[in-house]
């Protein structure tokens, strides 16, 4: 009973260093999608999916890319790490359409710092 | 421009009493409302919702409530219980939107005081 699965949980980086998270859900979600939380200001979209080979920005896409080659899994990749994306990253995942009852499923989180 | 305010950054609330938590949107096109309960080191958790056609929707201790006229909603969580202490996030979806394009609030905190 997995759900969305997110690695690593926590990681450090240096300035100017490249790293992928990843996220992978067994629920066969066509939506996937990661968020950041920084202090003060929720959760903010990164990154959208909404099916395999299908993504698109949200609201804070800049210095990050996604790829969605599969159902399951959708990777985060900080290309150049800066400070400013010392942050936890949450990935979600919900099935397609917009109806009342469509519930989105959050991962546990991955704490990145940037020094 | 934040869309979705929780203008409460915290809240403290004895055992047994109610909990209000309150959210304020300003974007007309959204159509459904979610609150997720986080807790420490754990990702946010579907907690209840309601669409915009509703104005109260229950579910066990948890009610919420939407004016649409005065774009607010609330959640009552009665009565409160030391368990429920948490981050609890507003979320807001566009009725153009995706299932999965959510503009959360920043987050109330809840304590749960015995």
């Known amino acids: 009973n997995a759900g969305v699965t997110q690695t690593p949980k926590f990681q450090v980086l240096k300035t100017g260093q490249s790293m992928t998270l990843q996220c992978a859900q067994d629920?066969?979600?066509?939506?996937m999608s990661w968020y950041r939380q920084d202090p003060g200001m929720g959760l903010r979209l990164i990154h959208y999916?909404?099916?395999?080979?299908?993504?698109d920005q949200g609201e804070v896409p800049n210095g990050y890319n996604v790829s969605r080659s599969t159902t399951e899994d959708f990777p985060l990749r900080l290309l150049s790490a800066a400070p400013s994306q010392t942050s936890v990253y949450f990935c979600a995942s919900s099935y397609a359409g917009t109806g009342a009852g469509n519930t989105i499923y959050f991962g546990e989180g991955s704490w990145l710092t940037v020094v | 421009d934040q869309q979705v305010k929780q203008n409460s950054p915290s809240l403290s609330v004895q055992e047994g009493r109610i909990s209000i938590l309150n959210c304020d949107y300003t974007?007309?096109?959204?159509?459904?409302f979610l609150w997720y309960k986080k807790y420490p080191a754990e990702g946010p958790t579907f907690l209840i919702s309601?669409?915009?056609?509703?104005d109260k929707n229950e579910d066990g201790r948890f009610t919420v409530f939407l004016n649409k006229s005065a774009k607010h909603l609330s959640l009552h969580i009665v009565p409160s219980q030391p368990g429920d202490s948490a981050v609890y996030f507003c979320?807001?979806?566009?009725?153009?939107?995706?299932?999965?394009?959510?503009?959360f609030g920043t987050g109330t905190r809840l304590q749960v005081t015995l």
């Open positions: 309601i669409s915009s056609i509703k």
């Open positions: 974007n007309s096109m959204f159509d459904y």
């Open positions: 999916s909404v099916g395999a080979g299908i993504t």
């Open positions: 979320a807001a979806r566009a009725n153009t939107g995706t299932a999965s394009k959510l503009t």
């Open positions: 629920m066969n979600h066509e939506y």
